[in-house]
């Protein structure tokens, strides 16, 4: 069973930046895009990033110019770097891939990692 791990979340001062990380444990094939959500406590999870499978990216207006989704094929892992961090920016935030193969759409989800940004 192939499994998202995520790392890079953590506690940082308003401003400040972090770099989120989320390896497959194993071979994902047929990946069309790769996601990154967030959830603040009390509200729903919100999609904040994506990156099709041919480096398309897309952001949640409030993330604009703040965030950045990257990924390396190679090595089957997705990146978020946030950067100008704001006490609203704070959540879990997870990572999902999405594959479509053989007409199946499937997806797979990260733990999350916890990220609290300061005042």
């Known amino acids: 069973q192939v499994q998202l791990v995520e790392s890079g979340g953590g506690l940082v001062q308003a401003g400040g930046s972090l770099r989120l990380s989320c390896a497959a444990s194993?071979?994902?094939?047929?990946?069309?895009?790769m996601d990154w959500y967030r959830q603040a406590p009390g509200k729903q999870r919100e999609l904040v990033a994506s990156?099709?499978?041919?480096?398309?990216?897309n952001y949640e207006d409030s993330v604009k110019g703040r965030f950045t989704i990257s990924r390396d094929n190679a090595k089957n892992t997705l990146y978020l770097q946030l950067n100008s961090l704001k006490p609203e920016d704070t959540a879990v935030y997870y990572c999902k891939f999405g594959t479509m193969r053989r007409g199946t759409w499937n997806e797979y989800w990260g733990q999350g990692t916890q990220v609290t940004v300061s005042s």
């Open positions: 990156i099709t499978s041919g480096g398309s990216t």
């Open positions: 194993g071979t994902i094939f047929s990946i069309t895009v």
